[in-house]
């Protein structure tokens, strides 16, 4: 039949039908994209399926995009690739993943801080594509604090029951924040470092607790900690099990910045 070729795909009798126009395996640009209400397709197979994030679901970070894979309709199994497209509020295209070898793919596009995006997946082979899935949708991360920032790199849930009063951007995050392991000498002691502790000791500074106050607040509402604050005019710093968060320079307390240093004793 003219315009049409017959796939025969690892021994299985079923047949794909493509069109005589393919599209390409090269990601696709706004301009060559079909809006997210189209769905022809010319490859016998079914939509994949959105699993997460769907209905809106607000997300942490760049999301991972989900879905049931395609299904051929001839039966067999068929190894299809994937093609995700991410679209803003306006149906303007902001991420077309290229084909991927599975049914996810992360989004790496930078997201409006609170804007809705809505996004779909199909199955391509030998240049013939399926259907497009049905849209899943999510709600990009809004602005956080610093500390909730280090805690999503940390798959850590910062507050995970009360929540705590205030607005972050009120103190200065200083050095030795970032995710690593760290070694306490005297007690021959490696940990992770930030723990979650040091992260909700600094999110209460940066939303104006003083460091007592701060203390109070978690112990109070469901956070224990042991921490102690040793305030000014001799230094100004928090002591928890291996680290001190210490305000630098004392002399400049309360506008000061706040580090980690691991403690010698």
Same mark, same amino acid.
């Not at 610093?146 to 205030?166: F, H, T």
């Not at 939303?207 to 607040?217: E, L, M, S, T, V």
């Not at 099990?241 to 307390?253: E, K, R």
């Given at each position: ?17 493509? +069109?005589? *126009? ?5 990601? @696709?640009? $706004?301009? %060559?994209?079909? &809006? ?5 397709? #010319? ?35 068929v190894a299809f690739q994937y093609r995700f497209q991410v679209f803003d509020a306006s149906n303007t295209l ?54 909730? +920032?280090? *805690? ?5 849930? @910062?507050? $995970?029951? %009360?929540?705590? &009063? ?5 103190? #200065? ?18 940990f992770q470092s930030p723990t979650a502790e040091m992260l909700r000791l600094f999110d209460l500074i940066d ?11 978690m112990n109070g509402n469901g956070y224990p900690t042991a921490a102690q604050w040793y305030p000014p005019p ?32």
């Open positions: 039949m003219r315009g049409r070729v017959r796939f025969a795909i690892a021994g299985l009798a079923a047949a794909f039908i493509t +069109a005589s *126009a393919c599209t390409s395996s090269a990601p @696709l640009t $706004p301009a %060559a994209t079909t &809006p997210p209400g189209s769905n022809a397709g #010319t490859l016998n197979a079914t939509a994949p399926v959105p699993v997460s994030p769907v209905s809106n679901q607000q997300v942490v970070k760049g999301p991972t995009l989900v879905a049931n894979p395609a299904v051929a309709t001839f039966g067999g199994q902001v991420q077309d993943s290229g084909l991927v070898a599975a049914p996810t793919f992360t989004v790496t596009a930078a997201l409006a801080p609170g804007a809705t995006y809505t996004w779909r997946v199909r199955a391509e082979l030998n240049g013939s594509v399926g259907p497009w899935s049905i849209p899943g949708s999510f709600v990009a991360p809004q602005i956080v604090g610093v500390a909730s +920032a280090i *805690a999503a790199q940390e798959n850590i849930v @910062l507050w $995970p029951g %009360a929540q705590p &009063p205030g607005t972050t951007g009120q103190a #200065t995050l200083g050095d030795n924040w970032a995710p690593a392991t760290q070694y306490w000498a005297p007690g021959g002691v490696y939303r104006g607790f003083d460091p007592q106050a701060a203390i109070n607040w001799e230094k100004a710093v928090i002591g928890i099990q291996y680290v001190y968060l210490a305000c630098t320079p004392v002399t400049s307390y309360p506008n000061c910045k706040w580090d980690v240093v691991v403690k010698t004793e």
